[in-house]
């Protein structure tokens, strides 16, 4: 029976985890699609932090702004309030929101400055998980080449549920597909060497 209670405790840990990562993920929500502009490696357009800040200094940045135009944020719409920060060129891509989240749910002091979605899911930072039923909280998705990477939330049997910041999702969204669906584009599930 004491063992039992102790599943049942690591379990409630789990979920509460999950739910502090959840609220996390839910300050990122909506939030626009956003990357620094680069010709030939070199950066032309800098964006706010890069695209790889996090949701309070976004969140700041967004309340200079709109402080500095005499606009109420409170007053604005979902849609509103995103083609504000649009305009202004904040929000976060992919690897922004990737590492931001890692950083959150595993204290892993990436640098989201210095990452893209490739470099989340090289054999120098990440392990390929090739069995679906070791899929855990925080792998990852590699999509496009190594130009996209997907967060995992969770799993249940091959179902995945994800967060993601991508140009043609409009920002960052939630997910969730069947793993074996050969419409998803799955070039492999990775997690991080320090998690390990």
């Known amino acids: 029976m004491a063992g039992w209670n102790n599943i049942s405790n690591l379990w409630s840990m789990a979920g509460t985890q999950l739910n502090k990562l959840k609220q996390e993920i839910s300050h990122y929500l909506d939030l626009p699609y956003m990357r620094n502009t680069l010709k030939n490696g070199v950066v032309t357009k800098e964006r706010f932090l890069g695209g790889k800040g996090n949701w309070k200094e976004i969140k700041k940045q967004t309340n200079i702004l709109a402080k500095k135009e005499k606009i109420d944020l409170a007053k604005l719409t979902s849609k ?98 069947d793993l074996f669906d050969p419409s998803f584009d799955n070039q492999g599930i990775y997690r991080l060497l320090l998690l390990n």
């Open 80 to 177: 509103e309030l995103y083609n504000f920060q649009k305009k202004h060129h904040i929000g976060i891509d992919c690897s922004g929101l990737v590492s931001q989240l890692l950083n959150f749910y595993f204290n892993a002091h990436l640098n989201p400055r210095h990452t893209s979605a490739d470099m989340l899911t090289s054999t120098i930072l990440s392990k390929k998980i090739d069995n679906i039923n070791d899929i855990q909280t925080g792998d990852m998705v590699r999509q496009k080449n190594g130009h996209h990477v997907l967060f995992i939330i969770e799993k249940q049997n091959q179902i995945i549920y994800y967060v993601e910041s991508s140009l043609a999702g409009r920002g960052v969204k939630y997910g969730q597909t």
